[in-house]
């Protein structure tokens, strides 16, 4: 089984429906990361959780709400969706050590009609 | 602030050697990263640097010059398979250790 899973995987929405994305992960990680990317941009942090309690805004928060629910699952809503929100987005977790690198979940390719 | 740069896009030849440069600067060093991504896929780790040097592991090597904000990942043997997109990434102890990644380098392997 995956370290670090995501759904739904791909998701077709129109403009102002609210959307959740959903991330789990076994590793038994603390932090979590949501990513989004845009071709021709890298990858761009939108939120990160160094716990359960712990809540951080990325460069792209706007137009984001996440929730921690457990160590283990860190959720991405898109409260109105809006099309520039269209991309490919990825969870990523990592542990505490200085050279512990991130793990990514497959991503979720949203589609905002 | 932090920026890094890579080259947007590379093509190789099948066997050959390719080497992906990246200069960063940042303001709490604490690492830098290499990632492969195939298209549509998720990043997979390649390598760490914290200190000067190389760091070989089989048919991919990285180095990291901590004074001139340089690394580079270098790729022996290529096969086809390597075409993918490398991302350099840097871990930075002022911003809460968080990874920041560059855009990522398209390497395009040529029969």
């Known amino acids: 089984d995956a370290d670090v899973t995501q759904t739904p995987r791909n998701r077709i929405t129109k403009t102002g429906k609210r959307i959740m994305l959903e991330c789990s992960q076994t590793?038994?990680?603390?932090?979590m990361y949501w990513y989004r990317q845009d071709p021709g941009l890298g990858l761009r942090l939108i939120y990160y959780?160094?716990?359960?309690?712990?809540?951080n805004k990325g460069e792209i928060s706007d137009g984001y709400s996440v929730s921690r629910q457990a160590q283990a699952k860190f959720s991405l809503s898109l409260e109105s969706a809006i099309p520039n929100q269209t991309a490919l987005y990825f969870c990523?977790?990592?542990?505490?050590?200085?050279?512990?690198?991130?793990?990514f979940g497959p991503g979720t390719r949203l589609l905002v009609l | 602030g932090q920026n890094i740069d890579q080259p947007t896009e590379m093509t190789a030849t099948e066997g050959a050697i390719v080497q992906i440069n990246c200069t960063y600067q940042t303001s709490g060093f604490n690492g830098l990263f290499w990632y492969q991504q195939h298209a549509g896929e998720a990043p997979t780790f390649l390598s760490y640097n914290v200190l000067d040097g190389l760091e070989e592991k089989g048919r991919f090597s990285s180095f990291l010059s901590r004074s001139k904000g340089y690394s580079y990942l270098l790729l022996k043997e290529l096969q086809m398979k390597d075409s993918a997109s490398y991302l350099c990434?840097?871990?930075?102890?002022?911003?809460?250790?968080?990874?920041?990644f560059g855009k990522g380098t398209r390497l395009h392997i040529l029969p």
């Open positions: 590793k038994g990680h603390d932090r």
């Open positions: 959780s160094f716990d359960v309690k712990d809540i």
């Open positions: 990434a840097v871990r930075d102890a002022n911003r809460d250790d968080k990874i920041i």
């Open positions: 990523a977790t990592s542990g505490l050590a200085g050279g512990e690198t991130q793990y």
